[in-house]
């Protein structure tokens, strides 16, 4: 049991490795994340269920942009999962606060 | 059984994620289930179908080409409109009670959510309006 999950682990590991090197900009894949956790924040102020429908759709943007940018169907799956789950952990209100925030400030 | 211009396409759109199937079928299949699961998740007005409709479509997504899953989504999105405005014409307070519940369930947070980012409450009323209307 532990093994297979540690090689899932891996897999997705390869499959983020594979994706930033194809995204090919740090910049963009974190405008990429902060899209995804602002998704997910956004379909919460409904339910859970929607904040989860939104770190999705953020997810699946990941997936058409590594696609586009020549990563293969295995390494925008990973990627997706990461993104989703990532945005879908961060996407929460005080967030989008910050993120205002600073907006403001500037 | 299928007409020659959808094979010609088919094979033109290149191997999806599942190699016995191109493209434009998974596409296909996708948008078919999403196109009946949508309308039956209006016609009830219930979660389930909806969240199958949604699903097949990440599902869907997952499995094709990025030009694939343009057009897949463009097409879902233009079938969302054209049964939205159709339910509305066909059950206009069926809709407008829709609406009213959805506008009540979020209406907390965001009020919550404008006052913690320490917008004034004139400025508040105007970007998520009183309430009034809805009650009217």
């Known amino acids: ?106 | 059984m299928l007409p020659d211009w959808y094979l010609r396409l088919s094979a033109a759109s290149g191997s999806s994620f599942i190699p016995a199937w191109n493209n434009a079928d998974v596409a296909v299949a996708t948008f078919a289930a999403f196109a009946v699961f949508f309308v039956v998740s209006t016609v009830l007005a219930a979660d389930w179908p909806f969240d199958i409709a949604f699903l097949s479509l990440v599902a869907g997504g997952i499995l094709v080409s990025w030009p694939a899953m343009i057009a897949m989504t463009m097409a879902s999105v233009a079938l969302a409109i054209v049964v939205g405005g159709m339910h509305a014409l066909i059950a206009p307070q069926r809709n407008a009670r829709i609406a009213a519940e959805a506008q009540r369930k979020v209406a907390p947070a965001l009020e919550q959510f404008a006052r913690d980012a320490g917008i004034g409450d004139a400025e508040r009323r105007r970007l998520l309006g009183d309430g009034d209307s809805e009650r009217r």
């Open chain 1, 1 to 106: 049991m532990i093994d297979q999950l540690l090689d899932a682990l891996e897999w997705v590991g390869r499959g983020l490795n594979a994706a930033t090197a194809a995204i090919d900009s740090i910049g963009m894949s974190i405008a990429l994340f902060l899209l995804t956790a602002i998704l997910a924040a956004v379909g919460g102020f409904v339910n859970g269920r929607m904040r989860l429908y939104g770190a999705l759709v953020g997810g699946m943007l990941v997936n058409a942009v590594v696609k586009a940018m020549g990563g293969g169907f295995a390494t925008a799956l990973a990627a997706t999962v990461v993104f989703t789950a990532a945005g879908f952990a961060l996407g929460c209100t005080p967030l989008l606060l910050k993120l205002m925030r600073m907006q403001q400030r500037r």
